[in-house]
């Protein structure tokens, strides 16, 4: 399966019934109003006005989409969705939905021990307490592999060739 694909089933059922919704209103909307009331676009034929209606409703339809995205999205990473979700509908021109995919967070990552999401960067687990990675020693923070010294505190996280045992 795609990444797309897989980017596309986190969307709620729902949303994508609202998004068919709101195309179906606009295709009615523009089919029925603007070629009864003018004489020039009555004579059209029916091929053309079925295009004409149904291509205005795409932009919608894929702005519900979207909007339905950066609400799935965000309840997955942990982040306060229903404030994002409100951002992307009510800026206009589709500038909340754009800072949503600048601003977001990285993808919460499971407990290997308990299974508890937990934001990527912790050195432990916070409810099992589990390594969820290499921690500094000293001040227990995480540190990445192939580090020789820890980023907040300085200490060595290899033993140094001086300060092992010579051998005789």
């Known amino acids: 399966m795609s990444r797309f694909r897989q980017e596309m ?17 606009f295709f009615l909307l523009m089919f029925l109003f603007p070629f009864r009331e003018d004489q020039v676009l009555r004579h059209w034929p029916p091929a053309g006005i079925v295009a004409i ?23 997955r990473r942990g982040m306060r969705y229903v404030m994002w979700t409100l951002l992307a509908i009510f800026i206009p021109n589709a500038i909340g939905i754009i800072l949503y995919f600048i601003l977001r967070e990285p993808l919460l990552m499971p407990c290997p021990h308990c299974g508890t999401l937990v934001r990527p960067g912790y050195a432990f687990c916070p409810k099992c307490g589990t390594a969820m990675g290499m921690a500094c020693p000293v001040c227990r923070s995480t540190v990445e592999p192939g580090w020789s010294h820890c980023a907040r505190c300085g200490a060595a996280l290899t033993p140094s060739p001086a300060s092992s045992p010579a051998r005789t």
């Open 9 to 25: 089933r986190i969307m709620p059922r729902p949303v994508w019934a609202i998004a068919a919704l709101v195309w179906l209103a």
């Open 53 to 75: 209606s149904l291509l205005p409703g795409i932009p919608l339809f894929i702005l519900v989409l979207l909007i339905g995205y950066v609400y799935a999205d965000a309840k």
